[in-house]
T-cell receptor
Framework: DQQVKQNSPSLSVQEGRISILNCDYTNSMFDYFLWYKKYPAEGPTFLIS?????DKNEDGRFTVFLNKSAKHLSLHIVPSQPGDSAVYFCAASAGNYGQNFVFGPGTRLSVLP | NAGVMQNPRHLVRRRGQEARLRCSPM?????VYWYRQLPEEGLKFMVYLQKENIIDESGMPKERFSAEFPKEGPSILRIQQVVRGDSAAYFCASSPGQGVRGETQYFGPGTRLLVL
């Protein structure tokens, strides 16, 4: 049973437009969420995180929104750039220490010039 | 390079052989995590270690897999008697271990294991 779901395997966006990547989770104990970006043949790179006490966190072109009642979070990239083309993983953690991250299957973003 | 180092980057083994994957955490990091990524899937947590201690191995298969993080040297993920289903990318991550809630994990480039 997948606790973290990313229902869109892929997404294509025009350069300069907004990219919206979605993530849903089922475990109500999750209280910390992260987004990682991964290029081919490299390890995932941390992008942005959000705690469940917030509903929004912003870092430059990246904004993560959290809707706890819907168990849904999204990553917005504005404006999208060709270098943003990668696989994006949503991850969640729970528990006192929360070091065990549960990852979604990823969404492959292609930003077209 | 002050990042997480993993070696080898690629490893080919025949069924029944042993695979040893190494991970050197970022300088100053005392926590190490191992994840496995099967084709077309996300990363799956395997084990979380601190120096000389296994903290959480809930994601590790009960047989054939073991991990260690000795006082000196890299963390080792060991897979005995490999089978074709072990073919995957294995990623190591490290974190400072300062007790910060959900502190960021920094990933290495991964080891791609192919079992023939």
């Amino acid at each position: 049973d997948q606790q973290v779901k990313q229902n869109s395997p892929s997404l294509s966006v025009q350069e300069g437009r907004i990219s919206i990547l979605n993530c849903d989770y089922t475990n109500s104990m999750f209280d910390y969420f992260l987004w990682y970006k991964k290029y081919p043949a490299e390890g995932p790179t941390f992008l942005i995180s959000i705690s469940s006490i917030k509903d929004k966190n912003e870092d430059g072109r990246f904004t993560v929104f959290l809707n706890k009642s819907a168990k849904h979070l999204s990553l917005h990239i504005v404006p999208s750039q060709p270098g943003d083309s990668a696989v994006y993983f949503c991850a969640a953690s729970a528990g006192n220490y929360g070091q065990n991250f549960v990852f979604g299957p990823g969404t492959r973003l292609s930003v077209l010039p | 390079n002050a990042g997480v180092m993993q070696n080898p980057r690629h490893l080919v083994r025949r069924r029944g052989q042993e695979a040893r994957l190494r991970c050197s955490p970022m300088k100053g990091h005392s926590h190490v995590y191992w994840y496995r990524q099967l084709p077309e899937e996300g990363l799956k947590f395997m084990v979380y270690l601190q120096k000389e201690n296994i903290i959480d191995e809930s994601g590790m298969p009960k047989e054939r897999f073991s991990a260690e993080f000795p006082k000196e040297g890299p963390s080792i993920l060991r897979i005995q008697q490999v089978v074709r289903g072990d073919s995957a990318a294995y990623f190591c991550a490290s974190s400072p271990g300062q007790g910060v809630r959900g502190e960021t994990q920094y990933f290495g480039p991964g080891t791609r294991l192919l079992v023939l």
